[in-house]
C-alpha cells in the first residue's frame, strides 16, 4: 500500500495576502500558489514574495489531487503541484510528483511530472539534452523520424499551448497565458519524450523530458479524489444553439456534443464556449445516420469489458460514430464501420468497433512502432501492412473528447500481425483533429504544405485486393504531391486493435447481429453521397458478426 512519504524537512510560511499556511515540502522549490487566495508566492530565504495571481483551475474532474501518493518504480512520491496547460483543442495536466527518495546523482530532492491527458497518464523526468542540438519546432514533421540521444523518435505533435493556471507547489515560476510550442516524440520502446520551447520571452533552451506511458492501477495510488466528484456533472447543462432542447453533459472533457432531439452537433471547445450565454458554434448533420441513427448498443449503457492485459473494467458508451471508406474513380467496394466511444474514469477512453469483419476493441499507443517499407514493429512483433485507406465521418451522436469537423477525413493504414493482433496508424490532414479510434485527446499542429485539394484526396477503400496492389492505389492517389510531403499531418497516431466476441463481455442484451447488415445497406447511399462525385455506391455484402453483450442497467452518468 502507498504512504504518504513524510519529508525530513518541510518549511511553512504564511501568505502574505490572507495570512494562510503554506508549505514547502522541497528545498528545491522556487514557488508555490496558496490555496486560499491563489496568490502566486516566490519563496526567497525565509520570506515569501508575492509576485501575481493564479488563474482559477478549471474543474476537469480528475481523479488525482494534492496530497494523493503511490508508488512509481519502487520509489514513493507525492503529488504537490499541478500545472493546467491549454490548448486549441481542451486542456491537459502536469502534475508535480515530488519523491521521498533523492536523485542518487547529486542527492538533490527528486521530482517528477506525471501528465494527464483524457484518462492517458505519461510519468516523466527531466532529463540532460541530447547531444544533437535540439531541433526548432518548424523543423519537425509530424509522422517523421528524428534522431536524438542514439535514438529513433518518431514525431507524434507539435503544439502552441498556454499555461492557464497553477496550484501547489512548483519547481520554476510559471509564465501564464504566454503561448509556447510543446513537441511529443515517441519511440519503438513505448518511450514519450516532449521538447518544451518556453515563451520567446524567456530567452531559455529548450527543456527536454523523456517519460513512459503507464495505467493509474500502477501507481498503487492512494488519497485520490472521491468518485462521487463526477456526479456534479449531472448539473451542466446548456441549450441548443439549434433547436433551444436542453442538452446534458455528461463528461468534463468533451469538446463536442450531439442534441438528442435535432442531432445537431454543438462544438464546446471554441474559445469562450464555457461561459454562461455564450454563443456555440454548431452544425446540422445531413442525415439521420444508418438504421434511423439508433446504435445498436445505447449511448449511456455500462458494462464489464476486458481490453487487452488490463483486465475487466466497466466501461460506458458515451459517443456513437459512422463511418465509411473514401473510394477512388471506378472503384466498385466500399466499406462502413461504426464505433462506440467507451469511457473508464481511470483508464480513460477506448472503442469498441463493428466492421464487416466483426467486432474488435481499439486502445491506443503511447510509444511509436517502428516502420520500415510494409512492415511495423511492435514489442517484439512484427506486422505487416494489409491496407491503407482515406476514411469519413458520415453521423455521430453522444459526446467527444475531441473537437468534430463536419464530414472529418483521415489517412489510415492498416497492418496485421501474430495472434489476430492489428496496428492502426491514423493521420489527420491540415486543421484537424480527429482522434478516432482510439487516439489521445491532444495535440494538433499546421502542416507545413498545403493538403491536397478536394479532387485528389480520394484514396484506396479497404479491398480484396494483395496488399500490394492496395498501396500501389493508395500512391497513385496523390498525383500532386510528393511522397516526402505527403507524411506532413497535424497529427499521428497509433493505436492497437483486436477482435472480440461475447465471451470477453458481461451478459447478452443487446440487439440481434443480424440487424447489423440491415443498417450497413441503409448507410451506402448516406456515405457515397458525402464522398462525392468520384465515390461509387454498392450493395454491402452480409456476413456473420458477433456482437458482443453489454449490460443494459442504468448508471449514475446515464
Not at 517523421?144 to 535514438?151: N, S, T, Y
Not at 463526477?230 to 453533459?249: E, I
Not at 496485421?416 to 482522434?435: H, I, S, W
Request: glycine share 10%; with cysteine; charged share 20%.
Amino acid at each position: 500500500m502507498a504512504t504518504d512519504p513524510s519529508p525530513q524537512r518541510a518549511y511553512r510560511a504564511a501568505c502574505p495576502n490572507c495570512g494562510a499556511a503554506v508549505e514547502f515540502r522541497s528545498a528545491a522549490s522556487a514557488l508555490a500558489v496558496c490555496s486560499y487566495c491563489r496568490s502566486t508566492l516566490l519563496r526567497e530565504g525565509d520570506a515569501l514574495r508575492r509576485i501575481g495571481q493564479s488563474a482559477e483551475l478549471f474543474d476537469d474532474h480528475s481523479p488525482l489531487q494534492l496530497g494523493t501518493a503511490g508508488r512509481w518504480q519502487g520509489a514513493a512520491f507525492t503529488l504537490v503541484g499541478r500545472l493546467q496547460v491549454r490548448y486549441a483543442g481542451g486542456s491537459w495536466n502536469e502534475w508535480h510528483a515530488l519523491f521521498d527518495s533523492a536523485d542518487p546523482t547529486d542527492a538533490a530532492p527528486r521530482s517528477g511530472w506525471l501528465s494527464e491527458d483524457n484518462g492517458g497518464y505519461v510519468f516523466g523526468f527531466e532529463a540532460p539534452a541530447p547531444p544533437e542540438a535540439l531541433p526548432p519546432p518548424e523543423a519537425l514533421r509530424v509522422g517523421a523520424q528524428q534522431v536524438l540521444g542514439r535514438e529513433s523518435w518518431s514525431v507524434a505533435s507539435v503544439t502552441t499551448a498556454r499555461l492557464g493556471a497553477a496550484e501547489g507547489e512548483l519547481p520554476f515560476v510559471p509564465v501564464l497565458e504566454r503561448a509556447y510550442v510543446v513537441a511529443e516524440l515517441r519511440n519503438a520502446r513505448g518511450e514519450v519524450a516532449s521538447i518544451d520551447y518556453g515563451p520567446a520571452s524567456e530567452g531559455r533552451p529548450p527543456r527536454w523530458y523523456v517519460g513512459r506511458g503507464l495505467q493509474l492501477a500502477e501507481l498503487t495510488l492512494s488519497g485520490l479524489r472521491e468518485d462521487g466528484s463526477t456526479r456534479d456533472l449531472k448539473g451542466r447543462t446548456l441549450a441548443c444553439p439549434s433547436c433551444g432542447a436542453s442538452v446534458a453533459v455528461q463528461l468534463d472533457s468533451t469538446q463536442s456534443i450531439v442534441c438528442a432531439q435535432c442531432h445537431a452537433v454543438v462544438d464546446l471547445g471554441a474559445p469562450g464556449a464555457q461561459g454562461a450565454g455564450a454563443d456555440l458554434k454548431h452544425y446540422a448533420q445531413d442525415t439521420p445516420g444508418v438504421a434511423g441513427g439508433e446504435p445498436l448498443i445505447a449511448l449511456g449503457r455500462s458494462g464489464t469489458l476486458t481490453l487487452g492485459a488490463g483486465g475487466p473494467l466497466p466501461w460506458q458508451v458515451v459517443g456513437y460514430v459512422e463511418r465509411c471508406t473514401l473510394p477512388e474513380a471506378g472503384d466498385d467496394e466500399q466499406s462502413f464501420w461504426r464505433e462506440y466511444l467507451l469511457y473508464n474514469r481511470q483508464a480513460g477512453f477506448a472503442f469498441l468497433v463493428d466492421a464487416e469483419d466483426g467486432w474488435s476493441w481499439v486502445r491506443p499507443l503511447t510509444g511509436a512502432p517502428q516502420v520500415s517499407g510494409a512492415t511495423a514493429r511492435w514489442q517484439g512483433d512484427s506486422y505487416r501492412e494489409i491496407y491503407r485507406y482515406s476514411g469519413q465521418i458520415t453521423y455521430v451522436l453522444g459526446e467527444f473528447y475531441w473537437r468534430l469537423a463536419r464530414g472529418e477525413r483521415t489517412r489510415n493504414t492498416d497492418y496485421r500481425g501474430p495472434g489476430g493482433k492489428q496496428l492502426n496508424r491514423e493521420q489527420t490532414g491540415e486543421g484537424g483533429d480527429a482522434r478516432s479510434p482510439g487516439r489521445p485527446a491532444r495535440r494538433s499542429t499546421p502542416t507545413c504544405c498545403s493538403r491536397p485539394s478536394s479532387s485528389t484526396t480520394a484514396s484506396a477503400p479497404r479491398c480484396s485486393a494483395t496488399p500490394s496492389r492496395c498501396r500501389q492505389r493508395a500512391s497513385a492517389a496523390w498525383p500532386g504531391c510528393s511522397s516526402s510531403c505527403c507524411s506532413l499531418w497535424s497529427s499521428s497516431r497509433w493505436c492497437v486493435a483486436a477482435a472480440t466476441t461475447a465471451a470477453s463481455c458481461a451478459a447478452p442484451t443487446a440487439r440481434p447481429a443480424t440487424s447489423i447488415r440491415v443498417a450497413r445497406a441503409t448507410a451506402a447511399a448516406a456515405c457515397a453521397a458525402r464522398a462525392g462525385p468520384t465515390a461509387v455506391s454498392a450493395p454491402v455484402a452480409a456476413g456473420t458478426s458477433k456482437l458482443p453483450s453489454i449490460h443494459q442497467h442504468r448508471s449514475d452518468a446515464s
